[in-house]
């Protein structure tokens, strides 16, 4: 095992002005804590956690990710605790060592590979510190690296989520070594003959064509030196899983040098790799289609490069990459250049990307890129800030967007399950169906055979799926409520003429009116689209209700000036019969309260404005709107009784309107047309003796915007 001594020599060869006291605590407390773990392969554990923290000495990083390193494992597995950590390390690093045991503990085993995106993004949006997936990924690649001793069904388990998630998160970060490493080692493990024939392959070729690297390096090295280039070349045989990979891509058997070795010339400055570039093309021709100059145009993750194929004289092909050092470290390391240290400060690489900045940035629009891949990944990158990344009970993950509710996340697995949904249980414990859920947590639905979507659940749901398939049921549930009203609206109205609403008298009015049936009739007339009189009117245009002398609604109000109009207010609906007053609006308007109206405070000191007025005594005609709250039974049978006797009362019904729908009893409000105060005295009584009705009042806004719902009382 790496001795604390040993590992802070490795950090101390880059970053000379390391925190020694801090290292060697941390290698204590993590030695302390693991004392007594073995790992499979028998060797004590905190060789594990050394091991990973010497593999981010590689990536050169601060003592804050080596430390974290050091103690990834203590909170999970040992006795340790956040808070002791955060007591003898302090916060920072504190933060990271829970980051890691976050991701550590999610339940991947179960991940299908369709799922291995949102895998992905979970990870990344659980890592408020990119530190936390430094670590990570280090942690694999240690046990990815000893995964021998394993048994064989959990080898292939950690290699397919080597393979699904942790390889290409390395990608994503602009690590290429580490994913490279990482497939192999998986690639290993899923695939050992597929390997193994790559590499038996590599072997003969080698024997053919001796040693294909020195010649080809030797050659470039000699090129540049003629143009006095100050340039490193190194080559390379690809990693067996790249080169799998691209055979699988182009369906070939590999042949091509291209596609089994890599050439890298690296320059001091940016200028010598265009010189670069110049003396190799000159040299070789280059293959059309195959250059890319990532210098000028840097992908978002900080690569610079530029990327060329040549041809020789016996037609083979090379890749080659041409960039600085500097971009060099970057395109190993990728974001981790950014904590990277050299020579004891902060690298300054003007290359690395601040990772924070490098998201933000991903969240901008790509304008003319013509790098599809990087738009892509930007796009993705966008949605996961506001994205939380759940669990099914099977573990599967469904993707949200933030703020999303168990509702949402009920409809996300299906509608059948979102509309069936009675309540919610998150890691376990029943929350309230509003709740709002957080990345990670494990979500089970709750269902009830009968339920249906609530009208509240659309304050609830955020998602479009949720909202629109809420939407639909509750239409679908009006249009029925609405069909059972709209037919005793309908008998009520003719029945005002002493006609019957039979369904040959509908599938009349039906055509007349260009409806498509006559439930579509009785939906109108139910949701008040359609009055009754106007069904009447279609079938028999004659018949009108007898009416006696009655006052004109034009002149039903006595004491107005000459010049005068009146508007009955809709705030308190006065009806004829009760004590009113009038308030007047730049000397012509007159708006008509109750006496006993609310709002008549707001007039209070304004006497000019208010005018003495009372009703004609005469008999008035039943045109006064007037809003009834009305709290009954949920059973569609009692709406009916409710518009028949409205109906019997010779009242109409102009607009209904539910505020509130309850498993047990619906809250509605009616509004009908009524001559007088002793109309609606009468009418009420009726109402009130009916069992089903719970409850029954009079209906009056105080505010403009309650009574905004309902129409307005015509001017009259
Ligand atoms: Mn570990």
Same mark, same amino acid.
């Given at each position: 095992m790496i001795s604390a001594n040993d590992l802070i020599a490795l950090v101390r060869n880059y970053n000379p002005k390391t925190n020694e006291q801090l290292i060697e605590a941390a290698y204590n407390f993590g030695g302390l804590m693991h004392q007594g773990q073995f790992r499979h392969s028998g060797e004590p554990y905190f060789t594990?956690?050394?091991?990973?923290?010497?593999?981010?000495?590689?990536?050169?990083?601060?003592?804050?990710?080596?430390?974290?390193?050091?103690?990834?494992?203590?909170?999970?597995?040992?006795? #340790?605790? @956040?808070?002791?950590?955060? +007591?003898?390390?302090?916060?920072?690093? &504190?933060?990271l060592v829970d980051g890691v045991t976050k991701l550590t503990n999610l339940q991947l085993s179960s991940v299908e590979t369709k799922q291995a995106e949102n895998f992905r993004k979970l990870f990344m949006a659980m890592s408020k510190d990119m530190r936390v997936i430094l670590v990570k990924l280090s942690d694999r690649l240690h046990n990815m690296r000893t995964i021998k001793s394993m048994r064989p069904e959990k080898q292939v388990q950690k290699a397919r989520e080597t393979m699904d998630i942790f390889a290409p998160l390395a990608g994503r970060m602009g690590m290429q070594s580490m994913r490279e490493e990482l497939e192999d080692l998986a690639f290993k493990v899923l695939n050992p003959e597929g390997r193994n024939s790559i590499i038996r392959r590599f072997i003969t070729m080698q024997r053919e064509t001796g040693d294909?690297? +020195?010649?080809?390096?030797?050659?470039?090295?000699?090129?540049?030196?003629k143009t006095l280039i100050d340039a490193d070349v190194f080559g390379r045989a690809k990693k067996p899983y790249s080169i799998w990979r691209k055979m699988q891509e182009k369906e070939q058997s590999f042949s091509r040098l291209s596609d089994i070795y890599g050439f890298r010339i690296l320059t001091t400055t940016e200028e010598d790799c265009y010189r670069a570039l110049g003396a190799i093309h000159q040299r070789w021709r280059a293959v059309p289609g195959r250059f890319k100059d990532y210098i000028s145009q840097p992908k978002s993750n900080g690569y610079r490069s530029i990327h060329t194929t040549v041809s020789g004289r016996d037609g083979k092909r090379v890749e080659v990459q041409i960039r600085t050092r500097q971009m060099h470290d970057v395109a190993e390391t990728g974001v981790a250049a950014h904590w990277s240290y050299r020579d004891g400060v902060r690298s300054q690489n003007p290359f690395a990307v601040d990772p924070a900045k490098w998201i933000a940035q991903l969240t901008e629009q790509f304008d003319g890129d013509d790098d599809h891949e990087d738009f892509l990944e930007a796009v993705k990158l966008e949605m996961y800030s506001d994205q939380v990344f759940c669990f099914t009970p099977k573990g599967e993950v469904v993707k949200l967007p933030r703020g999303a509710t168990p509702i949402d996340f009920a409809y996300a697995i299906h509608t059948r399950i979102g509309s069936a949904c009675v309540g919610a249980k998150v890691d376990a414990m029943r929350v309230p169906l509003w709740t709002r859920l957080k990345n990670g947590q494990s979500v089970e639905i709750?269902?009830?055979?009968? *339920?249906?979507?609530?009208?509240?659940?659309?304050?609830?749901?955020?998602? =479009?799926?949720?909202?629109?398939?809420?939407?639909?049921?509750?239409?679908?549930?009006?249009? +029925?409520?609405?069909?059972?009203?709209?037919? +005793?609206?309908?008998?009520?109205?003719?029945?005002?003429v002493g006609k019957k609403a039979t369904d040959k008298a509908l599938a009349t009015a039906a055509k007349h009116l260009r409806l498509d049936s006559a439930d579509e009739v009785l939906a109108r007339l139910g949701s008040a689209e359609l009055a009754g009189r106007e069904v009447v009117q279609t079938i028999y245009p004659d018949l009108t209700p007898k009416k006696g002398k009655e006052v004109d609604a034009r002149s039903a109000v006595i004491g107005l000036l000459p010049g005068q109009s009146f508007q009955r207010a809709t705030c308190?609906?006065?009806?004829?019969?009760?004590?009113?007053?009038?308030?007047?609006?730049? =000397?012509?308007?007159?708006?008509?309260? #109750?006496? !006993?109206?609310?709002?008549?405070?707001?007039?209070?000191?304004?006497?000019?404005?208010?005018?003495?007025?009372?009703?004609?005594?005469?008999?008035?005609?039943?045109? @006064? =709107?007037?809003?009834?709250?009305?709290?009954?039974?949920?059973?569609?049978?009692?709406? =009916?009784?409710?518009?028949?006797?409205?109906?019997?009362?010779?009242?109409?019904?102009?607009?209904? *309107?539910?505020?509130?729908?309850?498993?047990?009893?619906?809250?509605?409000?009616?509004?009908?047309?009524?001559?007088?105060?002793?109309?609606?005295?009468?009418?009420?009584?009726?109402?009130? &003796? !009916?069992?089903?009705?719970?409850?029954?009042?009079? @209906?009056?806004?105080? &505010?403009? !915007?309650?009574?905004? #719902?309902?129409?307005? #009382?015509?001017?009259?």
């Amino acid at each position: 095992m790496i001795s604390a001594n040993d590992l802070i020599a490795l950090v101390r060869n880059y970053n000379p002005k390391t925190n020694e006291q801090l290292i060697e605590a941390a290698y204590n407390f993590g030695g302390l804590m693991h004392q007594g773990q073995f790992r499979h392969s028998g060797e004590p554990y905190f060789t594990h956690p050394v091991a990973v923290a010497a593999i981010l000495t590689e990536q050169q990083l601060d003592d804050a990710t080596i430390v974290t390193a050091l103690l990834h494992d203590t909170i999970e597995d040992t006795k #340790a605790s @956040y808070s002791m950590i955060f +007591e003898q390390f302090g916060e920072d690093i &504190a933060k990271l060592v829970d980051g890691v045991t976050k991701l550590t503990n999610l339940q991947l085993s179960s991940v299908e590979t369709k799922q291995a995106e949102n895998f992905r993004k979970l990870f990344m949006a659980m890592s408020k510190d990119m530190r936390v997936i430094l670590v990570k990924l280090s942690d694999r690649l240690h046990n990815m690296r000893t995964i021998k001793s394993m048994r064989p069904e959990k080898q292939v388990q950690k290699a397919r989520e080597t393979m699904d998630i942790f390889a290409p998160l390395a990608g994503r970060m602009g690590m290429q070594s580490m994913r490279e490493e990482l497939e192999d080692l998986a690639f290993k493990v899923l695939n050992p003959e597929g390997r193994n024939s790559i590499i038996r392959r590599f072997i003969t070729m080698q024997r053919e064509t001796g040693d294909v690297i +020195e010649r080809i390096t030797g050659d470039m090295r000699h090129e540049l030196e003629k143009t006095l280039i100050d340039a490193d070349v190194f080559g390379r045989a690809k990693k067996p899983y790249s080169i799998w990979r691209k055979m699988q891509e182009k369906e070939q058997s590999f042949s091509r040098l291209s596609d089994i070795y890599g050439f890298r010339i690296l320059t001091t400055t940016e200028e010598d790799c265009y010189r670069a570039l110049g003396a190799i093309h000159q040299r070789w021709r280059a293959v059309p289609g195959r250059f890319k100059d990532y210098i000028s145009q840097p992908k978002s993750n900080g690569y610079r490069s530029i990327h060329t194929t040549v041809s020789g004289r016996d037609g083979k092909r090379v890749e080659v990459q041409i960039r600085t050092r500097q971009m060099h470290d970057v395109a190993e390391t990728g974001v981790a250049a950014h904590w990277s240290y050299r020579d004891g400060v902060r690298s300054q690489n003007p290359f690395a990307v601040d990772p924070a900045k490098w998201i933000a940035q991903l969240t901008e629009q790509f304008d003319g890129d013509d790098d599809h891949e990087d738009f892509l990944e930007a796009v993705k990158l966008e949605m996961y800030s506001d994205q939380v990344f759940c669990f099914t009970p099977k573990g599967e993950v469904v993707k949200l967007p933030r703020g999303a509710t168990p509702i949402d996340f009920a409809y996300a697995i299906h509608t059948r399950i979102g509309s069936a949904c009675v309540g919610a249980k998150v890691d376990a414990m029943r929350v309230p169906l509003w709740t709002r859920l957080k990345n990670g947590q494990s979500v089970e639905i709750i269902i009830a055979e009968g *339920q249906t979507p609530q009208a509240t659940w659309l304050d609830i749901a955020v998602t =479009g799926k949720a909202k629109s398939a809420i939407r639909k049921a509750l239409r679908e549930a009006d249009r +029925e409520r609405f069909i059972t009203l709209g037919r +005793e609206l309908a008998r009520a109205a003719f029945a005002h003429v002493g006609k019957k609403a039979t369904d040959k008298a509908l599938a009349t009015a039906a055509k007349h009116l260009r409806l498509d049936s006559a439930d579509e009739v009785l939906a109108r007339l139910g949701s008040a689209e359609l009055a009754g009189r106007e069904v009447v009117q279609t079938i028999y245009p004659d018949l009108t209700p007898k009416k006696g002398k009655e006052v004109d609604a034009r002149s039903a109000v006595i004491g107005l000036l000459p010049g005068q109009s009146f508007q009955r207010a809709t705030c308190c609906e006065p009806l004829p019969g009760e004590r009113i007053v009038g308030i007047t609006f730049r =000397g012509e308007g007159v708006v008509v309260h #109750a006496i !006993d109206c609310a709002r008549m405070v707001e007039y209070e000191d304004q006497p000019d404005r208010w005018l003495d007025l009372h009703w004609h005594d005469g008999s008035h005609p039943a045109v @006064y =709107g007037t809003t009834l709250d009305l709290t009954i039974g949920n059973d569609s049978g009692v709406l =009916g009784r409710i518009c028949t006797l409205i109906g019997e009362a010779q009242a109409n019904i102009s607009n209904l *309107q539910f505020v509130d729908r309850k498993p047990d009893f619906y809250r509605l409000l009616i509004y009908v047309e009524l001559r007088d105060a002793q109309h609606l005295h009468k009418l009420m009584g009726a109402l009130e &003796a !009916d069992n089903d009705v719970a409850a029954i009042q009079r @209906y009056r806004g105080t &505010a403009r !915007d309650d009574v905004a #719902a309902v129409p307005s #009382a015509q001017a009259v």
